[in-house]
């Protein structure tokens, strides 16, 4: 969700465009555990985002 809202998008376009970032090696994804209800997929960033992020 703070990806799309971030980005301005829905949260199935944030999820389509982390899941490119995971296929391309530069973020990673791992199940989060919360209290109660559906696990989270948590992304974090491990490669170089260079060519993907603009500076703001």
Not at 2 to 7: C, T
Not at 11 to 35: I, K, P
Not at 41 to 48: I, L
């Amino acid at each position: 969700m703070e990806v799309a809202r971030a980005m301005g998008a829905s949260r199935s376009t944030a999820r389509r465009y982390l899941e490119f970032l995971v296929s391309v090696q530069v973020v990673g994804a791992e199940l989060g555990y919360g209290d109660v209800g559906r696990p989270e997929r948590r992304y974090r960033v491990v490669g170089d985002t260079s060519p993907w992020c603009e500076e703001g």
